[in-house]
C-alpha cells in the first residue's frame, strides 16, 4: 500500500512539473494573429453571383476580385478591380432592368452601406428608354 501511494506521489508530482514546463509564452503568436486579421479572410477571382427568387433572377453581381474581411472588426467587402450589378425587376409583363458599373466598391455588412466609386455607371432600361446616370 506505501509502495502505491508512493508512486502516485510521484506519477502527480511528475505531471504537475510537465504541466508547468509545457507552457509557453504565445504573444508572439498572438501578434501574429492580429497582423493576420487585416487580410482578407477570402479571396475570389472572376466572381459571378446570381440571386434568385420565386424562380425569376433578381440580381447579378460579377467582378475580377472580391475580397471578404468578415474577420474585420467592421465588415465588409470589397472590389478592387471593379464590379458589375444587374438589377431585374419584373413587373407584370414587363421587365426593368438596371446595370451599374464602378471601378472600385466596397460594401459594409453591418450598416448595408455601399460605396461605390470611380467611373460610376448607372444605367435604367424601361421598354425602349434609356437613362443613363453618371
Known amino acids: 500500500m506505501k509502495q502505491l501511494n508512493h508512486i502516485l506521489k510521484i506519477t502527480i508530482t511528475a505531471m504537475a512539473v ?3 514546463l509545457s507552457c509557453d509564452d504565445n504573444l ?4 501574429k494573429m492580429q497582423i493576420a486579421s487585416n487580410e482578407p479572410m477570402g479571396e ?3 466572381m459571378l453571383l446570381k440571386h434568385t427568387d420565386s424562380g425569376l433572377i433578381k440580381v447579378k453581381m460579377s467582378g475580377k476580385t ?3 474581411f468578415s474577420n474585420d472588426m467592421y465588415p465588409y467587402t470589397e ?3 471593379g464590379i458589375h450589378v444587374v438589377v431585374y425587376e419584373h413587373k407584370n409583363d414587363s421587365l426593368l432592368e438596371t446595370n451599374i458599373t464602378a471601378d472600385y466598391a466596397i460594401m459594409y455588412s453591418e450598416s448595408d452601406l455601399v460605396d461605390l ?3 460610376v455607371s448607372i444605367v435604367i432600361n424601361d421598354s425602349n428608354i434609356t437613362f443613363q446616370i453618371y
Request: glycine share 6%.
Open 66 to 68: 472580391m475580397l471578404d
Open 117 to 119: 466609386k470611380g467611373n
Open 18 to 20: 510537465i504541466c508547468v
Open 44 to 46: 475570389v477571382k472572376e
Open 28 to 31: 508572439k503568436a498572438i501578434q
Open 79 to 81: 472590389f478592387p478591380d
